[in-house]
């Protein structure tokens, strides 16, 4: 069922409840990975559209809308906040779910608040940035109370005329030298870089078939790099990592799946590493769940037996 207003979002649901079926919330499908044996039950696609200017560079705008397609208005308009998060496939309400982020932006920086429909106490809710609860790929909606809200419309705050964010390492290169970098030079740089890595959806492209990342970045304890380093006989400062909070670091998923062993175009099946990202599992035609489960499985158990780091998947499984 597509319901295009928060009338239908509520009916919906309603529906859904009288007859004991499971629910489930689907935005532009850019990040599951669905049960060969489907999901029995309803899916609801949000359609809710529309983009309204609200108030001093805030911006409302509906769940239904492609995010990409607001990047791209917010560049015309001279807005910063968004302009690294050009490229990411999915709906605006999805964006707020796994608090979406690429090249040294995230989304909760601009986010003010979240409209959205409570399925356990039926009313419409308000929710603030600090009640939405951002942290790395995680919020309210996908880990706190997963499922419990419908995101109808989210107000993001940008800055008019403001400094794009150069934070990215290849973003700084790129531009070096330069201080006059328009918003639109830098999302359509974060463009040629997705296309570059088989991130951005490109008809015909074989390496964009995936569901974007398969695999977060694990956040371990400061002291587990020096085990870390040892399992692969170097010293420790060759181990990239970055701070994740108090006695935490952040290590890229990509580094411990290509010293385990699993490099960019690994498997031979239907399902695949990209031949262009390492953390990018591409069905190459005809893949089945069971095929990318196989190839998940593999990596999971490779980066385990290596460095003793279970790493978590970051698309949503359905069914
Ligand atoms: C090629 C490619 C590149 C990608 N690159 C990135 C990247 O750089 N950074 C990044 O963070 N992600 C990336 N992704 C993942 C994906 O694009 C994002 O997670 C996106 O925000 C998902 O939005 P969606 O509308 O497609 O959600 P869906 O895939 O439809 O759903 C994802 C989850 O969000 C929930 N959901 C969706 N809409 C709503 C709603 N309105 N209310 C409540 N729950 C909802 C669903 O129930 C599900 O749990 C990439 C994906 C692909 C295919």
Redesign the pocket.
């Known amino acids: 069922m597509e319901a295009n207003s928060e009338e239908e979002i509520a009916d919906a649901v309603l529906w859904a409840k009288e007859r004991g079926l499971p629910l489930?919330?689907?935005?532009?499908?850019?990040?599951?990975l669905v049960r060969d044996s489907g999901f029995a039950g309803l899916v609801l696609k949000?359609g809710?559209m529309g983009v309204e200017a609200c108030g001093r560079n805030l911006f409302d705008v509906g769940?239904?809308e492609s995010?990409d397609r607001f990047v791209e208005m917010m560049m015309y308009m001279g807005m910063a906040g968004v302009e690294c998060?050009a490229?990411?496939?999915?709906?605006?309400?999805?964006?707020?779910?796994?608090?979406?982020?690429?090249?040294g932006q995230?989304?909760a920086e601009t986010i003010e608040s979240v409209r959205?429909f409570d399925r356990e106490t039926f009313e419409w809710v308000d929710l603030d940035k600090a009640a939405c609860r951002f942290r790395y790929?995680e919020s309210l909606?996908?880990t706190d109370e997963?499922?419990r809200?419908?995101?109808?419309r989210v107000r993001f705050r940008l800055r008019a005329n403001g400094q794009p964010n150069l934070r990215y390492a290849d973003l700084q290169r790129r531009f070096a030298g330069r201080g006059d970098v328009t918003l639109m030079e830098v999302a359509t740089a974060v463009r040629e870089i997705?296309r570059s890595k088989?991130?951005?959806?490109v008809e015909g492209d074989a390496d964009?078939r995936?569901?974007?990342?398969f695999f977060k970045n694990p956040i371990v304890a400061t002291e587990r790099l020096a085990g870390v380093a040892a399992a692969i006989g170097v010293e420790q400062s060759k181990v990239p990592h970055w701070p994740a909070g108090e006695g935490k670091i952040k290590i890229p998923a990509a580094w411990l799946l290509e010293q385990a062993g699993f490099v960019k175009g690994y498997g031979e099946g239907p399902a695949r590493i990209s031949t262009r990202h390492t953390l990018?599992l591409t069905n190459r035609g005809g893949a089945t769940f069971a095929d990318v489960e196989r190839l998940q499985d593999e990596i999971v158990r490779g980066v385990r037996e290596r460095f003793g780091i279970t790493l978590e998947r970051?698309?949503?499984l359905?069914g």
């Open positions: 489930f919330v689907l935005g532009g499908g850019s990040n599951l949000i809710v769940a239904g995010w998060l490229g990411i496939p999915g709906s605006v309400g999805g964006t707020p779910v796994q608090n979406v982020g690429a090249y995230e989304v959205a790929r909606f996908n997963p499922g809200y419908i995101v109808t997705r088989g991130m951005l959806l964009c995936s569901a974007g990342s990018a970051e698309p949503v359905v």
